[in-house]
C-alpha cells in the first residue's frame, strides 16, 4: 500500500539493496561464455550511428568490462527481436523474482495490477520487455552527451542495475523532469532549434542536456530534475510522461521493463494521442501498446 500511494504522486523512486533478491548470471565473462558467438549492432552514443565492423557478443562484452577509452558504445534494446524470455529464460526469472515485493503485482510482467499482463495466450501481447541496455562509461568524456537521450515514455518504466565495473561508486546518474513540466521542458529545447518544423524536442530523442544546459532550464523555465545516481543493486522506477535522459558513468548492465499502472492511466491515454501527432508529421514508430485493446482485456480479466 505505501509503494502504491507513492507511486500514485507521480515521483520517480529508487530502491536500493535489490541485488539480496537477484537471481541469474549477469557478469560480461558469462555472457562471453554462453552467447560470445552472436552478432550484436553496438552504437556510438555521440554519433548515434553504428559502430564500424563486425561485432559479436564476445568482443563487445570484453569492451564492456575492460573500459572503451575511444568510443562509448551501447547495445540498445537487447535481443532488438526476439523476446528476453525465449532468450534468456534463467535471467528472465532472476529479473521477475528481484523486483521488490510491494511492487510486485504493479510491475512484475504477470503482476495482477499491471494492466498489461491480462493478455490472453493468444493475445498477440505487446512486447513491453524486458530488455538490456548495455554500454560503456562515460565519465571521462564530460556531460555533453549521454548513453540514453532525453525522451519520455507512455509507459511506465522498472530499470535494475544488475551488473558494473566498479560496485563502489555510482553506475549511471538520471535526470528525470516531471510530467507536468514537459511543456517548459520543450519550449526551452525548440529555443536550441535552428529549425522551426523540426520534429518534436522530447520524442525525436534529439537532446542529451549539459549541467550548464540544465542550470539554464531553471533559470529561464524554473524547471528542475530529480537527479538519481543510480549504483549496483538499485532499481529505478520511472512514472509515464516524466522525460528522462541517463548517463553511464561506468560500464554497466541494466535491465528495463515497461508497465501500466492504473495510477498513472489517465497520462499514458494522453500521450499517446501525443505521440501518434508526431509519428504522422514524422514517420515514427507505430503504436505497439494497442492501450485500448490492453483495457479490454484488463477489464474482462
Not at 555472457?31 to 563486425?54: A, H, M, Q, W
Not at 540498445?76 to 511492487?103: A, E, V, Y
Not at 571521462?140 to 525522451?151: I, N, P, S, V, Y
Request: some cysteine; aromatic content about 10%; glycine content about 6%.
Amino acid at each position: 500500500a505505501q509503494f502504491t500511494d507513492l507511486w500514485a504522486s507521480g515521483v520517480p523512486m529508487i530502491v536500493s539493496g535489490v541485488d539480496r533478491r537477484l537471481q541469474g548470471s549477469w557478469h560480461p565473462n558469462d555472457f562471453i561464455r554462453e552467447y560470445g558467438s552472436l552478432k550484436v549492432s553496438p552504437v556510438n552514443c555521440v554519433t548515434d550511428k553504428l559502430v564500424e565492423g563486425t561485432w559479436k557478443v564476445a568482443t563487445f562484452f570484453r569492451c564492456l568490462e575492460n573500459g572503451s577509452k575511444d568510443t562509448v558504445m551501447k547495445l540498445k534494446d537487447w535481443p532488438p527481436s526476439k523476446s528476453f524470455r525465449t532468450t534468456f529464460s534463467d535471467l528472465f526469472d532472476g529479473f521477475c523474482r528481484s523486483i521488490p515485493l510491494p511492487c510486485q503485482d504493479i510491475a512484475r510482467v504477470d503482476g495482477k495490477l499491471n494492466l498489461a499482463a491480462h493478455f490472453p495466450k493468444n493475445g498477440n501481447a505487446p512486447d513491453l520487455g524486458p530488455k538490456m541496455y548495455i554500454a560503456t562509461g562515460s565519465k571521462d568524456h564530460g556531460d555533453t552527451f549521454g548513453t540514453t537521450k532525453l525522451h519520455l515514455d507512455v509507459t511506465d518504466a522498472i530499470n535494475l542495475l544488475p551488473w558494473c565495473a566498479d560496485r563502489k561508486g555510482a553506475a549511471a546518474v538520471w535526470h528525470i523532469f516531471a510530467a507536468e513540466s514537459a511543456p517548459k521542458l520543450r519550449e526551452f529545447l525548440l529555443e536550441y532549434d535552428a529549425d522551426p518544423s523540426a520534429p518534436d524536442p522530447i520524442h525525436s530523442q534529439r537532446f542529451y542536456l549539459s549541467d550548464p544546459m540544465i542550470s539554464e532550464l531553471s533559470t529561464k523555465k524554473g524547471v528542475r530534475p530529480w537527479i538519481i545516481y543510480q549504483r549496483y543493486g538499485d532499481a529505478v522506477f520511472i512514472p509515464a510522461g516524466c522525460a528522462h535522459q541517463v548517463r553511464n558513468l561506468q560500464s554497466a548492465i541494466k535491465v528495463a521493463c515497461d508497465f501500466v499502472s492504473l495510477q498513472n492511466i489517465d497520462r499514458t491515454l494522453g500521450l499517446l494521442q501525443e505521440q501518434r501527432k508526431h509519428r504522422l508529421y514524422n514517420q515514427g514508430p507505430e503504436d505497439v501498446l494497442q492501450l485500448h485493446v490492453l483495457l479490454w482485456y484488463a477489464w474482462i480479466s
